[in-house]
């Protein structure tokens, strides 16, 4: 068989290649242009939105211990692990949910594809947004629409809009998609403003698939709301591992299903999951339920994990903000914070930068070495010029160790901590300064 003979799905040609590996090969690429300079700079790490904190070494010293469970286990996850979830999710955000509405899988991607897979319906997804849901929305040939977020409102969905957007659709069920807190912008919805969502949600028919991956992640966590609290009968929550415990190589996920679906949706899921992938990992799951069942110490992982983000990202993203012709949404919650180029479009269209993925290659360009995510990696328009600021390029040990010596309360102590223990971010926010300055 010649080579060109093996035939490919027409689906996986039209699919993006996650950005993760994207950005890898554009580094990859750079560093060869850059050697004709004699040029041997790393780039700023911007773009790769990764806890830089240890596995908790509860579960860790779990994991050990299961080591030696290899048999199956139920698709749907084991009784255990099941039960502590239900029990996590009703005391931290007063979602009662039943072991039975729980379905643990191989990371929250996996069960995003499932849930696409499915649920009837189009797929809704506000943009910016994180480049995963659109491609396996496309690879399963399931349609789906963009609905623009606007700056003026912070990127919050705001309910009129989806009011309209609903309305302008097929009187049919739809999926939204409701990233809280948010990639890439960072803010966080409210219960008021999840409230209002829920009741267009309702009068539209509307579910919602809850991605509240960074939800113990939110720096004022008492100030998060979980949709499936306001909206059971209609959500859609998943979360897992990978964000506020670090563990995103363990690849678990948890979904919590809506309430509507009765023992119709589980069962559909158990027979997918079992059909995929027979089941997660045992010794990963029996070492999970350490992360899910009430600790002392994983709550002390939260609060010093959750007030280094939010110092990281506060110091960041006032620096950021303060460089003229930039703005920069103020994070709430997990890693990330959005950077709006807009200001400069004129100035770069002038000078050859016609869209926001030819920002992105100007970005990483020698001399600047900034690698962040763009254009369509966040669903953005192509007149639209901005980037995501992941702010996790520190040695996560040492500043988790720094902060336990000596907690900074101050802004200046803030500042110093961020100089002491990531300086490589603050030397990356003078190369995104010197950047704007050729523009400006």
Same mark, same amino acid.
Not at 216 to 230: C, E, I, P, Q, R
Not at 327 to 338: K, R, S, V
Not at 393 to 405: I, L, S
């Given at each position: 068989? *010649?080579?060109?003979?093996?035939?490919? *799905?027409?689906?996986?040609?039209?699919?993006?290649?996650? %950005?993760?590996?994207?950005?890898?090969?554009?580094?990859?690429?750079?560093?060869?242009?850059?050697?004709? @300079?004699?040029?041997?700079?790393?780039?700023?790490?911007?773009?790769?939105?990764?806890?830089?904190?240890?596995?908790?070494?509860?579960? #860790?010293?779990?994991?050990?211990?299961? &080591?030696?469970?290899?048999?199956?286990?139920?698709?749907?996850?084991?009784?255990?692990?099941?039960?502590?979830?239900?029990?996590?999710?009703?005391?931290?955000?007063?979602?009662?949910?039943?072991? %039975?509405? /729980?379905?643990?899988?191989?990371?929250? !991607?996996?069960?995003?594809?499932?849930?696409?897979?499915?649920?009837?319906?189009?797929?809704?997804?506000?943009?910016?947004?994180?480049?995963?849901?659109?491609? #396996?929305?496309?690879?399963?040939?399931?349609?789906?629409?963009?609905?623009?977020?606007?700056?003026?409102?912070?990127?919050?969905?705001?309910?009129?809009?989806?009011?309209?957007?609903?309305?302008?659709?097929? =009187?049919?069920?739809?999926?939204?998609?409701?990233?809280?807190?948010?990639?890439?912008?960072?803010?966080?919805?409210?219960?008021?403003?999840?409230?209002?969502?829920? =009741?267009?949600?309702? !009068?539209?028919?509307?579910?919602?698939?809850?991605? %509240? +991956?960074?939800?113990?992640?939110?720096?004022?966590?008492?100030?998060?709301?979980?949709?499936?609290?306001?909206?059971? %009968?209609?959500?859609?929550?998943?979360?897992?591992?990978?964000?506020?415990?670090?563990?995103?190589?363990?690849?678990?996920?948890?979904?919590?299903?809506?309430?509507?679906?009765?023992?119709?949706?589980? *069962? &559909?899921?158990? !027979?997918?999951?079992?059909?995929?992938?027979?089941?997660?990992?045992?010794?990963?799951?029996?070492?999970?339920?350490?992360?899910?069942?009430?600790?002392?110490?994983?709550?002390?992982?939260?609060?010093?994990? =959750?007030?280094?983000?939010? +110092?990281?990202?506060? /110091?960041?993203?006032?620096?950021?903000?303060?460089?003229?012709?930039?703005?920069?949404?103020?994070?709430?919650?997990? @890693?990330?914070?959005?950077?709006?180029?807009?200001?400069?479009?004129?100035?770069?269209?002038? !000078?050859?930068?016609?869209?926001?993925? *030819?920002?992105?290659?100007?970005?990483?360009?020698?001399?600047?070495?900034?690698?962040?995510?763009?254009?369509?990696?966040?669903?953005?328009?192509?007149?639209?010029?901005?980037?995501?600021?992941?702010? /996790?390029?520190?040695?996560?040990?040492?500043?988790?160790?720094?902060?336990?010596?000596?907690?900074?309360?101050?802004?200046?102590?803030?500042?110093?901590?961020?100089?002491?223990?990531?300086? =490589?971010?603050?030397?990356?926010?003078? &190369?995104?300064?010197?950047?704007?300055?050729?523009?400006?």
């Amino acid at each position: 068989m *010649q080579n060109d003979a093996i035939k490919i *799905q027409p689906a996986l040609e039209a699919l993006h290649m996650p %950005e993760n590996l994207t950005i890898g090969m554009m580094v990859a690429e750079q560093h060869e242009q850059c050697r004709q @300079f004699a040029c041997d700079f790393d780039y700023y790490g911007f773009a790769f939105g990764q806890s830089p904190f240890c596995v908790p070494p509860l579960l #860790q010293k779990k994991l050990q211990e299961n &080591a030696a469970y290899g048999g199956y286990v139920p698709a749907k996850g084991i009784p255990e692990l099941r039960a502590a979830v239900a029990e996590f999710y009703e005391r931290h955000f007063q979602l009662e949910a039943s072991p %039975e509405r /729980v379905i643990i899988g191989p990371g929250t !991607k996996t069960l995003i594809y499932m849930i696409f897979n499915i649920v009837e319906g189009d797929v809704i997804i506000p943009s910016p947004a994180w480049i995963g849901y659109a491609p #396996q929305a496309a690879l399963l040939g399931k349609p789906w629409h963009v609905l623009p977020l606007s700056p003026e409102n912070d990127y919050r969905l705001q309910p009129e809009e989806l009011d309209t957007f609903l309305s302008s659709l097929p =009187r049919k069920q739809h999926l939204l998609i409701l990233n809280n807190p948010h990639n890439p912008t960072g803010i966080l919805y409210s219960s008021e403003d999840l409230g209002a969502l829920a =009741r267009v949600c309702r !009068k539209h028919r509307t579910l919602v698939l809850a991605d %509240e +991956i960074y939800a113990l992640t939110t720096y004022h966590v008492d100030a998060f709301t979980s949709m499936g609290a306001l909206y059971p %009968e209609g959500t859609f929550v998943t979360g897992g591992l990978s964000k506020d415990r670090s563990a995103g190589g363990y690849r678990l996920g948890i979904c919590v299903l809506p309430t509507a679906g009765g023992t119709a949706l589980a *069962q &559909a899921f158990e !027979k997918m999951a079992a059909t995929l992938y027979t089941s997660i990992p045992t010794p990963i799951q029996r070492a999970a339920v350490s992360a899910y069942l009430q600790s002392r110490e994983i709550d002390e992982y939260f609060a010093v994990t =959750r007030e280094i983000h939010s +110092i990281m990202g506060g /110091v960041l993203q006032g620096l950021c903000h303060n460089i003229p012709g930039l703005q920069a949404t103020l994070p709430q919650g997990g @890693f990330y914070f959005f950077l709006d180029f807009q200001e400069l479009a004129e100035a770069f269209r002038e !000078k050859g930068l016609q869209n926001a993925n *030819q920002l992105g290659a100007a970005l990483l360009s020698h001399p600047h070495h900034i690698a962040t995510v763009t254009g369509d990696a966040l669903m953005l328009p192509p007149h639209r010029f901005g980037a995501r600021i992941a702010f /996790v390029d520190y040695e996560g040990e040492k500043a988790y160790e720094r902060y336990q010596e000596n907690p900074p309360v101050k802004a200046e102590e803030k500042l110093n901590f961020v100089r002491e223990t990531a300086p =490589r971010m603050l030397e990356g926010v003078k &190369a995104i300064e010197n950047f704007v300055r050729q523009y400006r």
